[in-house]
């Protein structure tokens, strides 16, 4: 995600299959059923996701009733998992209003609610191994605005309902296992009424009119992290564009600001040439914006359907407008196709999209009207001077401190310093092979969730060297190493 104006603020000198593990083959141990964990011990958020199983697809519907953007809505879920231990019970995230019944491979089952957490109680034991189904049937769960303090959740907008689920807010809207270490594959079907748009992550399977509703569905069939979900109903329109080589492109818009809009937009089709000539194919079947008419204060990178809102798209922010936009494209590479092992790693998507966000305004001729100073080098060396004050008030920059506020997680020097390290790292082994560790690192991980030890054990083996003790300093340290190449550069 990218915060506009805290962001900005501080920048100015002077962000398929592949993940179902093949889990066929492996085997397990058949012990004694327990219960799954209620949490995957995530450093900074212990309870996201649960431990037990391996969610393969998600088949989630939601019906809209009326065309009132802030009606409660219902839906059903089927997941379909694989069990990885032998399970007599087992949890998914979820903090919605209400659910109605829930059955495991067809049967019901025994189902309790405590804070962010839905324990299913199967009538029989899972055996390890075994893929089984569960369904929560009739959940309901109702929108709210974007709040002062995060623009995340599922949330009311004056032509529709959208979802913005970083970290943790896919789970106001429908129960899932909310972990971007366990991705899976989604077929999403939306309905409301006659008149309205439902749009998601994914592209297009079919649209049904049925008693005065329309159901559009959509499948997404490369892995999706819960909090990257998109779906998107209201009074919108989806414009199609000239595909980009493969990648179809459509974007969605409020309808009555479709005029003004759609034609700030279409950029996004030379950025995405532009990351696909930087870091090779784009990793999904279709991109596009989505543009809210509420004020979010940042945008993010919701799975093939970037989120901005329309303030964003005044002329007087064209420049940061275009940032932006590259920024949340590049996390489609970094963040949405290699995702996070762990939230602790989010250097690795915020860090890589400021940095391809920044090398694209530059080679765009756009630099100086969109961070303040001429150059990246004049932009880093600033960023370098200021870096130990940011480790010092945020912690290392691959250790975010704490998860008591959203920004202690996604705070500046995740993004300052996380382009910082890579910077770094392209002044220590050369640009060539630099652009080898980046091009590597989104084809060996395509559609997988990777640490910061993956990145650097892929560095250091597509550099030939030892680039551990080089890495940890800068992304662990409690001081800034010096800077590859600039001697002259100093930490004020
Ligand atoms: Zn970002």
């Known amino acids: 995600m990218f915060r506009r104006s805290r962001l900005i603020a501080a920048t100015m000198v002077a962000g398929v299959a592949g993940t179902l593990i093949a889990v066929t083959g492996t085997s397990y141990a058949q012990t004694a059923p327990s219960p799954g964990s209620p949490g995957l011990?995530?450093?900074?958020?212990?309870?996201?996701?649960?431990?037990?199983?391996?969610?393969?697809?998600?088949?989630?519907?939601?019906?809209?009733?009326?065309?009132?953007?802030?009606?409660?809505?219902?839906?059903?879920?089927?997941?379909?998992?694989?069990?990885?231990?032998?399970?007599?019970?087992?949890?998914?995230?979820?903090?919605?209003d209400q659910v109605a019944a829930v059955s495991v491979n067809?049967?019901?089952?025994?189902?309790?609610?405590?804070?962010?957490?839905?324990?299913?109680?199967?009538?029989?034991?899972?055996?390890?191994?075994?893929?089984?189904?569960?369904?929560?049937?009739?959940?309901?769960?109702t929108p709210a605005p974007p709040g002062p303090d995060s623009m995340m959740g599922f949330l009311t907008t004056p032509d529709g309902t959208v979802l913005a689920g970083q970290p943790e807010a896919s789970q106001r809207l429908f129960p899932n296992n909310n972990h971007p270490r366990d991705k899976a594959t989604y077929t999403i079907s939306v309905t409301g009424p006659v008149g309205w748009t439902g749009t998601a992550s994914g592209v297009l399977q079919h649209t049904r009119s049925r008693n005065g509703y329309v159901t559009s569905t959509y499948r997404e069939s490369h892995p999706m992290a819960s909090e990257l979900v998109q779906v998107a109903v209201g009074d919108f329109v989806v414009k199609r564009r000239a595909p980009v080589g493969r990648t179809a492109i459509r974007d969605v818009v409020p309808r009555r600001l479709a005029a003004d809009l759609l034609p700030r937009l279409d950029q996004e089709r030379a950025q995405l040439a532009w990351m696909e000539r930087k870091i090779g194919p784009y990793p999904f079947e279709n991109y596009g914006s989505l543009v809210v008419a509420v004020e979010l204060g940042g945008a993010l990178e919701t799975q093939t359907l970037s989120l901005y809102d329309a303030g964003l798209f005044a002329d007087e922010h064209a420049d940061e407008a275009s940032a932006?936009?590259?920024?949340?494209?590049?996390?489609?590479?970094?963040?949405?196709?290699?995702?996070?092992?762990?939230?602790?790693?989010?250097?690795?998507?915020?860090g890589h999209a400021h940095f391809y966000e920044l090398l694209h305004q530059d080679e765009a001729g756009k630099f100086q009207e969109s961070f303040g100073a001429p150059d990246r080098e004049t932009y880093f060396k600033a960023v370098y001077g200021m870096s130990n004050r940011l480790r010092t008030e945020h912690g290392p920059v691959g250790a975010p401190p704490d998860a008591t506020s959203f920004f202690h997680v996604f705070n500046p020097n995740v993004y300052l310093g996380g382009a910082l390290v890579l910077y770094a790292l392209q002044e220590k082994?050369?640009?060539?092979?630099?652009?080898?560790?980046?091009?590597?690192?989104?084809?060996?991980?395509?559609?997988?969730?990777?640490?910061?030890?993956?990145f650097i054990a892929l560095a250091s083996r597509v550099a030939g060297e030892d680039l551990d003790p080089f890495l940890t300093g800068w992304l662990y340290g409690a001081e800034t190493p010096p800077m590859p190449g600039h001697p002259d550069w100093t930490v004020t």
């Open 41 to 96: 011990g995530d450093r900074l958020y212990p309870m996201l996701g649960n431990g037990g199983y391996d969610v393969q697809n998600y088949d989630l519907s939601l019906f809209h009733r009326t065309k009132n953007p802030k009606q409660t809505v219902s839906g059903d879920v089927t997941i379909t998992a694989e069990a990885t231990q032998s399970l007599s019970r087992f949890n998914l995230d979820f903090t919605g």
């Open 106 to 141: 067809g049967r019901p089952a025994d189902f309790a609610r405590s804070g962010s957490e839905l324990t299913v109680t199967p009538r029989q034991h899972l055996p390890a191994g075994r893929r089984f189904t569960v369904t929560v049937a009739g959940f309901t769960a």
């Open 324 to 350: 932006i936009m590259a920024h949340e494209l590049a996390h489609h590479w970094f963040g949405n196709s290699v995702s996070p092992w762990s939230w602790t790693d989010i250097w690795l998507n915020e």
């Open 429 to 454: 082994i050369g640009a060539a092979t630099f652009a080898q560790v980046q091009r590597a690192w989104v084809s060996s991980y395509r559609g997988k969730s990777a640490s910061t030890q993956d």
